[in-house]
C-alpha cells in the first residue's frame, strides 16, 4: 500500500429539505454572493425559486450570471471573475451539475489575484488563494461537489482539461435527492455511467489497496443495480439518493487511499477529446471509450481486468468482463461506439490527430500514438 496524506474538507449537507441550511451558511461568508447556472432548467423545475427564497429570507444580495453550457468553456470562467472583481462579490454559489460547479470551481481561484484562468488550469499561474464556493448539486455523476478537481474547454487551443487545485473544494454542497427527480433520463444514465468510470479509473491507479478495491467494487455494483429501477421511476428519492450518494463517494478520494494516484484517468482524457470535438456528453463518451480502453489494455494488464470482472460479474474471462460492462452501458441507452452517436469514418482521423497533439495519456498506463488509432478502431 502506498502512503498518504488525507483530507476532504467539504461539508456535505444530504437529505431532502437540506436546502434550508443554505442561508445560514452563505452569509458566514459575507453579504453578496453570484448565483451562477446553466441553461435553465432550473428555472422550470422550481429549484431556483426554492434556492432565492433562501438567500432572501437570510437578507443574502445576490448577482446573477447564467447560461452555462455542458462542457463549459474558459468565457464564462473569465465573465464570472471580472463580475466578482467589478462587484466586489464575497462567494460564489454554484447551482447545478458539473458544468456549473467546475466553472465556478475555476473562477474561484482566480479572483483574489485576478488570474488569467487558462494559465490557472495549466498550472502556469499558481492560485494562492480563493473565494469561497458553495455548490447545490442539481445532478448525480461527476463528484466534484465534494473534490478539487474541475474541468473546461478552451476553443483557441482545442482542448478539455482537467486539473486538480486543493484552494477549489467546496466548502458546503447541498445535495437533496429531490433536485435531481427532473433529470432527463439520458442525463441520468450518462451520470451512472461517469460514477461507474470514476471507480474504475481508481480500479486501474497503481498501488495494492484491497479495501480500496472493495469501495470501488461495492459504488459500481450499487450502482448498476439501482440503474433500471432509477431510470423507470425517476422521482423516487430512495433510488435518487442512493445514486447521488455513489456518484459523491465514487470521486472524494475514497476509492484511492492507498493508492499512488487518484485514478489512471486516461479514459477521461480519450472522452475529453469526443467531448472538445463533438460536444458529446461527458458520461456518454466515456461509455464509448471504456470498453475500447480494455480491449487495448487486456494483454498488459490481465489480471486487474480478470480481478475485475469476478468481482463485478463473477467471470475470469476478460473478454466476458468487457462484454458485460458493455451490454450494461447499453441497457441504460448510453451509446458504446462512435456510430451511436452519428460520429462516422470520415472523422476517425481527427480523433486520433487531436488525441496526439493533446497527449492524451494515462498517469499510469502510457499510451502512445499508436495506441490513439487503435483506441479509434475499438471505438468504431
Ligand atoms: O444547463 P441546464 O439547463 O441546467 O441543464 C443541464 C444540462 O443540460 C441538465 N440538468 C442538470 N441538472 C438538472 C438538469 N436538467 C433537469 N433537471 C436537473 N435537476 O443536465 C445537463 C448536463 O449538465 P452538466 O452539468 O453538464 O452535467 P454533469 O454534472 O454530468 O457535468 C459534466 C461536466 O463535469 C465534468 C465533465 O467533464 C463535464 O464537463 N467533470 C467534472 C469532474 C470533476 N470536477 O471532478 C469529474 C468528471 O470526470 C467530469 O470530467
Ligand atoms: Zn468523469
Excluded at 446553466?38 to 443574502?60: C, F, M, P, R, W
Excluded at 471580472?82 to 451539475?97: F, Y
Excluded at 473478454?319 to 469514418?345: M, V, Y
Aim: aromatic fraction near 8%.
Amino acid at each position: 500500500m502506498e502512503s498518504f496524506t488525507y483530507k476532504n474538507p467539504t461539508v456535505i449537507h444530504f437529505g431532502k429539505g437540506c436546502i434550508e441550511e443554505l442561508g445560514n451558511e452563505l452569509i458566514k461568508f459575507g453579504k453578496h454572493t453570484l448565483l451562477v447556472y446553466g441553461k435553465g432548467s432550473v428555472k422550470k423545475n422550481g429549484i431556483y425559486d426554492k434556492v432565492t427564497y433562501e438567500l432572501n429570507a437570510t437578507n443574502i444580495n445576490f448577482t446573477e450570471y447564467s447560461g452555462i453550457k455542458p462542457n463549459p468553456i474558459v468565457e464564462d470562467v473569465e465573465n464570472i471573475i471580472e463580475i466578482c472583481i467589478r462587484k466586489k462579490i464575497d462567494s460564489l454559489l454554484a447551482l447545478g451539475g458539473g458544468s456549473v460547479i467546475d466553472t465556478v470551481k475555476v473562477a474561484s481561484l482566480c479572483i483574489k489575484e485576478n488570474l488569467d484562468p487558462w494559465k490557472v488550469v495549466m498550472r502556469i499561474s499558481k492560485p494562492t488563494q480563493s473565494i469561497p464556493v458553495i455548490c447545490i448539486l442539481t445532478l448525480a455523476a461527476t463528484g466534484t461537489e465534494m473534490n478539487a478537481a474541475a474541468v473546461v474547454q478552451n476553443h483557441k487551443t482545442r482542448e478539455k482539461i482537467g486539473f486538480v487545485n486543493p484552494l477549489s473544494y467546496p466548502k458546503h454542497s447541498f445535495l437533496d435527492p429531490e433536485f435531481t427527480y427532473s433529470v432527463p433520463k439520458n442525463y441520468t444514465a450518462y451520470g451512472i455511467v461517469d460514477l461507474i468510470a470514476h471507480a474504475l479509473e481508481a480500479w486501474f491507479a497503481d498501488g495494492d489497496s484491497t479495501l480500496a478495491d472493495r469501495f470501488i467494487a461495492s459504488i459500481i455494483k450499487e450502482a448498476i443495480e439501482l440503474s433500471p429501477k432509477v431510470l423507470v421511476e425517476p422521482a423516487n428519492y430512495e433510488y435518487r439518493a442512493k445514486i447521488m450518494l455513489a456518484a459523491t463517494c465514487a470521486l472524494n478520494g475514497t476509492t484511492s487511499l492507498g493508492r499512488k494516484y487518484s485514478g489512471d484517468w486516461g479514459v477521461h482524457d480519450i472522452g475529453h477529446t469526443l467531448s472538445y470535438l463533438y460536444d458529446t456528453p461527458h458520461g456518454a463518451s466515456l461509455s464509448i471509450a471504456y470498453p475500447a480502453w480494455l480491449k487495448l489494455h487486456k494483454e498488459r494488464i490481465p489480471e486487474r481486468i480478470k480481478k475485475l470482472g469476478k468481482c463485478l460479474f463473477e467471470t475470469t474471462s476478460i473478454n466476458q468482463t468487457i462484454k458485460d460492462l458493455e451490454n450494461f452501458f447499453k441497457s441504460i441507452e448510453s451509446p458504446i461506439r462512435l456510430n451511436d452517436i452519428n460520429i462516422r469514418e470520415d472523422k476517425h482521423k481527427e480523433i486520433s490527430e487531436l488525441m496526439n497533439k493533446n497527449g492524451v495519456n494515462g498517469l499510469v498506463q502510457k499510451l502512445t500514438e499508436n495506441d490513439h488509432i487503435e483506441l479509434v478502431k475499438y471505438m468504431s
